[in-house]
């Protein structure tokens, strides 16, 4: 072999080691500390607090659409009660999406009973206002009569509270909650409904909530 093969082969084997290099120095390296663990949303997992948790959203939310199915206005209703969802009050100290709750119960019922009950999608008026005015103007057509654009009215409205107190010691914190939803007659404002859940949580250390 001359020189001039040798020093070729020298060359290659030096950009095989640089590249054989690059790539392992810049390769994904995991960061120490706890993986990322997927869990069902009803498990209690290792993060938890003293307050709302998935677990205690799951465990409210099928309670309250079970207990809704088997009063007679429901279960015995000639024609399907229209219901309208009122937006839930948050009287917590927690920060938490207070719409998970009427949203998953609703879910659930029209899930499991999509036959027995309506719901009303009056947090979409604007857009649904705002179609009807197009239909009416003839700018969009419509299957129907264009001039004939009615929004159903309420048999029904469901709302609910959460209501919590907090005890702090140096021993730690405690939570109480409780999670109470009405359905009301929208023609007599009687509650024709109403169930509740109660949890009560302490723990050494507080946890923040976003």
Aim: charged letters at 25%.
């Amino acid at each position: 072999m001359n020189s001039t093969s040798r020093l070729l082969l020298s060359a290659l084997g030096a950009s095989a080691a640089f590249f054989t290099g690059c790539a392992t120095t810049s390769g994904v390296q995991n960061p120490s500390g706890m993986p990322v663990t997927e869990m069902r949303p009803d498990e209690r997992g290792a993060v938890a607090g003293t307050g709302v948790e998935s677990t205690d959203l799951v465990t409210v939310t099928d309670k309250m659409a079970r207990s809704i199915l088997g009063i007679p206005q429901i279960a015995r209703a000639a024609t399907k009660p229209v219901i309208v969802i009122d937006p839930v009050v948050n009287d917590t100290r927690f920060p938490i999406n207070k719409d998970l709750f009427t949203d998953r119960i609703r879910i659930a019922l029209n899930r499991n009973a999509i036959d027995r009950v309506t719901f009303l999608a009056r947090d979409r008026m604007k857009a649904l206002e705002r179609e009807r005015a197009l239909k009416q103007a003839g700018q969009v057509t419509a299957s129907s009569d264009p001039r004939v654009v009615e929004f159903r009215g309420a048999d029904y409205f469901l709302t609910g509270k959460l209501g919590g107190l907090t005890t702090r010691t140096s021993q730690g914190t405690s939570d109480y909650i409780l999670y109470s939803f009405q359905l009301i007659d929208a023609r007599t404002s009687e509650i024709v409904w109403e169930d509740s859940h109660e949890i009560k949580k302490q723990g050494l250390e507080d946890a923040a909530y976003r």
